[in-house]
């Protein structure tokens, strides 16, 4: 079955987790479609896990739409969505058109954004026009040298209020996901309740209504400090399909995250 905005919307409605993963060629992104990951998003960690770059930040346009074609060959029923870089979206909501519109002519389903209640007049003008939206608050990796590094975010009440009134905003502005990185269980779950739009957590506990994992990580091939919210799924799995169809069963079992995967 073709996984669209409204699949998502019934599966969130039906109470059922969605499963999310970063994927970025044709060859895993048809290898994670048939385990049953539902969502595959192009993301611009590719700067880092695949260009060996220390953030986000100098991943091109050029860059994402190529990756995005690559998945988007592969994919069959999977919903691809793809991160609009670092510069491309932030000027005027037209600058962003323009470049959402080159994604979904590269074969995105949905483009994300990074920022809070600011990006609702962007993300309203790009709905209205026919490009779906996934919102991304809490620790945004394009904003790592306003935030002074990877932090958790929303640990005080006025940081707790400011994600709660931004995920609202934005999904009034017609976002269709909202996705929550780094932010305290109880804060994302109650953020979570507040909603009518699914919402992704990564680091945001298991009260949202989805989880997703940069590739590599979960298969743990990329070097380095993992951060908490990091499981390796390999170490118990036979192949790279075993791990990724673990993955997707212990999300869809609420066995993932848990608590020690959480802030």
Known sequence: MKI?????QKLAHEGQKIVMLTCYDASFASLLDQAGVEILLVGDSLGMVIQNRDSTLPVSMEEMIYHTRCVAAGAGNALVLSDMPFGSYQESPQQAFANAARLMQAGAHMVKLEGGAFMAETTRFLVERGIPVCSHIGLTPQFVNAFGGYRVQGKTDDAAARLLDDARQLAEAGASLVLMECVPAELAGRISRSLAVPTIGIGAGADVGGQVLVMHDLLGVYPGKKARFVK??????????????????????RAFPSEEHSF
């Open 4 to 8: 669209t905005v409204n699949t998502l």
């Open 232 to 253: 390796n799924f390999m170490n118990e799995a036979g192949s790279i399909r075993g791990a990724v169809e673990a993955y997707v069963n212990a999300v869809k079992a």
